[in-house]
């Protein structure tokens, strides 16, 4: 059971913009970074964001993250067909001293 | 490039044991923290455990505390995770992942694992 809390699905039409809210606690995003994932069925998940708000190399500027509190935000604007995935967030819990997922978002271009 | 390959999966009985393993190529192996990560069918991601660089320290989500145990060889580069007890409940992808700033940010392609009689 996952202590990170995701819309299951969200929607939207191709160039337009989605926004997946990751809520949690202070013992994990409220202290800790948030990461965020993106994972195409069959395929390995894909780091999107790390540090909040910070996209690895290669990673277009289309995704973006923010934090604030104990919740954090994954945007995508420009929606294209290949966005069309789940997403994960992700960070460290320090009261169970694990790394916790959110329950995953799917993302659908309509 | 950076690459992490895993292997070792495979169908095993309930209360049977099975140890997966991780190859990493591409970056300096010994400098980093990993991770083992699992995803059942049609569910999402659960972590699994991780592991410092140097291997001082390793942590364990509660539902394979005592019957999995992680482990590195950093003169071979690879990541290990052995599995004892195994349940129905560990049939699932396990991914090993490569510790970054913060969160995963280098990930294997998975190897099944099917626990079934």
């Known amino acids: 059971q996952s202590v990170l809390t995701q819309p299951p699905s969200v929607s939207a039409a191709p160039g337009q913009k989605v926004t997946i809210s990751c809520s949690g606690s202070?013992?994990?995003?409220?202290?800790?970074?948030v990461s965020w994932y993106q994972q195409v069925p069959g395929t390995a998940p894909k780091l999107l964001i790390q540090?909040?708000?910070k996209r690895p190399s290669g990673i277009p500027d289309r995704f973006s993250g923010s934090k604030s509190g104990t919740s954090a935000t994954l945007g995508i604007t420009g929606l294209q067909t290949g966005d069309e995935a789940d997403y994960y967030c992700?960070?460290?819990?320090?009261?169970?001293?694990?790394?916790?997922f959110g329950t995953g978002t799917k993302v659908t271009v309509l | 490039q950076v690459q992490l390959v895993e292997s070792g999966g495979g169908v095993v009985q309930p209360g049977r044991s099975l140890r997966l393993s991780c190859a990493a190529s591409?970056?300096?192996?010994?400098?980093?923290?990993m991770h083992w990560v699992r995803q059942a069918p049609g569910k999402g991601l659960e972590w699994v455990a991780n592991?410092?660089?140097?291997?001082?320290?390793?942590n364990y989500a509660d539902s394979v505390k005592g019957r999995f145990t992680i482990s590195r060889d950093n003169s071979k580069n690879t990541l290990y995770l052995q599995m004892n007890s195994l349940r129905a409940e560990d049939t699932a992808v396990y991914y090993c992942?490569?510790?970054?700033?913060?969160?995963?940010?280098?990930w294997g392609q998975g190897t099944t694992v099917t626990v079934s009689s």
């Open positions: 591409g970056f300096t192996f010994s400098s980093y923290g």
């Open positions: 992942a490569k510790f970054g700033p913060s969160g995963m940010d280098v």
């Open positions: 202070s013992s994990n995003i409220g202290n800790n970074y």
């Open positions: 540090e909040n708000n």
């Open positions: 992700g960070t460290w819990d320090t009261s169970l001293s694990a790394e916790v």
């Open positions: 592991i410092l660089y140097d291997g001082s320290k390793k």
